[in-house]
């Protein structure tokens, strides 16, 4: 079965600094793979995805993420971060042509000024 | 209006009631999921539909039920609720393999 971890539940940062989120992934499979973003009191938002193609994806708010296959991650950066990205972000995988997401158990990410 | 719309936004109910969430789309997607979040522990997967007369368990269905009314409607319930089914629920839609739509939530205290 597949799983996601993502290392650091909580990554402080000031703004403007550069960041980096870091999900790994475990499945014997070929994946797609999410990164979702979750803004106080909202639902989830699709930040990005890999589906194929080339391993840099990048996706809204000048947030990027790079497939490694062979490190099984996929890692979410931005160079320079806003007060405004204060938010949880979730890390998600699905089989390829099932459909179900798998979760993370997310990241939150506080930018200070 | 929104996509995904989930009813009621918050709700409290005491140990032992029945209660009904509510999710509806316009989206026009085939595919319904609903899903619990806990702190620390993400979005787990209670209930998954790919059709009207498609519904599936996910990792944590015991205790809830579900009922793909039409396309557009999937309701949760819980029929008995106890207190460890205080969560954030959360409905979504999907057309396929490319990312899902999220309603706003429905925020469950069980007291």
């Known amino acids: 079965a597949q799983s996601v971890t993502q290392l650091d539940s909580q990554v402080p940062v000031f703004e403007e600094a550069p960041v980096e989120l870091r999900c790994n992934y475990s499945s014997s499979v070929s994946v797609y793979l999410f990164w979702y973003v979750q803004y106080p009191n909202q639902g989830l938002q699709l930040l990005l995805k890999?589906?194929?193609?080339?391993?840099l994806v990048k996706g809204i708010n000048g947030f990027e993420a790079e497939f490694n296959k062979s490190q099984t991650s996929f890692h979410l950066r931005k160079p320079s971060v806003h007060i405004s990205d204060t938010a949880e972000y979730f890390c998600?995988?699905?089989?390829?042509?099932?459909?179900?997401?798998?979760f993370g158990t997310g990241t939150r990410l506080q930018v200070f000024p | 209006d929104a996509d995904v719309t989930q009813t009621p936004r918050n709700r409290i109910t005491k140990t032992g009631k029945r209660i009904m969430l509510e999710c509806s789309q316009t989206?026009?997607?085939?595919?319904m999921y609903w899903y619990r979040q806990d702190p620390g522990l993400g979005l787990r997967l209670i209930y998954y539909?790919?059709?009207?007369?498609?519904?599936n368990k996910g990792e944590i269905s015991d205790g809830y039920s579900v009922s793909r009314q039409a396309q557009a409607k999937f309701s949760l319930s819980l029929e008995s609720a106890i207190p460890n089914q205080t969560a954030l629920y959360f409905c979504a839609t999907s057309a396929g393999n490319y990312g899902y739509t999220f309603g706003s939530g429905t925020r469950l205290t069980v007291v």
């Open positions: 989206k026009g997607h085939d595919r």
């Open positions: 539909s790919f059709d009207v007369k498609d519904i």
């Open positions: 890999y589906l194929s193609g080339s391993t």
């Open positions: 998600a995988v699905s089989l390829q042509y099932t459909d179900k997401l798998i």
